[in-house]
């Protein structure tokens, strides 16, 4: 690991150089999926690099089951192969304040496309941040690509144009972190849901 300057993000693994288009995956990561991975190479049509990014507080969810040096090791084993990906946790867990590390670190500011399925998009669109269009005023510094959960996702027109979608396998998109955990749980097959370079860490953490 180490610390770029000052700023908040602290990398695991970075790409060289300072990409123009940058996409960004914060998840929680319990355990890291084929979908999470999909989603990531899926982005890799549009953004020069894709950050996977791991943060150390949620604003919407405890930290449970998996450690944070258990989910940034799988994240690290499972990213391996792609010299396109970065990894990284941040302070702030939710997206401005993801974006706002990103642009402390990457200079000169890159585009910003945060990478999302339609359940996290409605989610995150519709959060109290406590001001009315707070979120107009956000998106204004990153843009959303939003892959198919469960239907394709309809924004608002006062965003439509900062919103698009992610062409991913619609059979990936509804695979879980949940449901692989209560698989586990229940011992029936869980393998395929996961990257296959992951299965014996996903096996030794939570079997």
Same mark, same amino acid.
């Given at each position: 690991?180490?610390?770029?300057?000052?700023?908040?993000?602290?990398?695991?693994?970075?790409?060289?150089?300072?990409?123009?288009?940058?996409?960004?995956?914060?998840?929680?990561?319990?355990?890291?999926?084929?979908? /999470? !991975?999909?989603?990531?190479?899926?982005?890799?049509?549009?953004?020069?690099?894709?950050? !996977?990014?791991?943060?150390?507080?949620?604003?919407?969810?405890?930290?449970?089951?998996?450690?944070?040096?258990?989910?940034? /090791?799988?994240?690290?084993?499972?990213?391996?192969?792609?010299?396109?990906?970065?990894?990284?946790?941040?302070?702030?867990?939710?997206?401005?304040?993801?974006?706002?590390?990103?642009?402390?670190?990457?200079?000169?500011?890159?585009?910003? !496309?945060?990478?999302?399925?339609?359940?996290?998009?409605?989610?995150?669109?519709?959060?109290?941040?406590?001001?009315?269009?707070?979120?107009?005023?956000?998106?204004?510094?990153?843009?959303?690509?939003?892959?198919?959960?469960?239907?394709?996702?309809?924004?608002?027109?006062?965003?439509? /144009?900062?919103?698009?979608?992610?062409?991913?396998?619609?059979?990936?998109?509804?695979?879980?972190?949940?449901?692989?955990?209560?698989?586990?749980?229940?011992?029936?097959?869980?393998? /395929? !849901?996961?990257?296959?370079?992951?299965?014996?860490?996903?096996?030794?953490?939570?079997?």
């Amino acid at each position: 690991m180490y610390y770029n300057g000052n700023v908040s993000l602290a990398f695991f693994r970075r790409v060289p150089g300072c990409p123009q288009s940058l996409g960004v995956l914060p998840a929680a990561f319990n355990p890291l999926t084929r979908a /999470h !991975l999909a989603l990531a190479e899926a982005a890799l049509a549009t953004a020069e690099e894709v950050l !996977l990014v791991l943060p150390r507080e949620f604003p919407h969810k405890p930290y449970e089951g998996a450690t944070f040096d258990q989910r940034i /090791h799988m994240l690290l084993a499972a990213t391996q192969a792609e010299p396109r990906f970065s990894v990284a946790a941040s302070a702030g867990g939710l997206f401005a304040e993801i974006a706002e590390e990103c642009f402390e670190a990457y200079y000169p500011e890159p585009r910003l !496309l945060f990478l999302c399925g339609r359940d996290a998009a409605e989610r995150i669109v519709n959060w109290d941040y406590g001001t009315p269009d707070a979120f107009r005023h956000m998106i204004a510094r990153f843009e959303l690509l939003v892959a198919p959960r469960g239907g394709c996702y309809e924004p608002p027109p006062g965003i439509r /144009h900062r919103v698009t979608s992610l062409d991913v396998a619609e059979d990936v998109t509804v695979i879980s972190a949940s449901d692989v955990r209560e698989r586990i749980r229940k011992g029936v097959p869980w393998e /395929h !849901l996961v990257p296959a370079a992951i299965v014996p860490l996903v096996r030794d953490i939570y079997g």
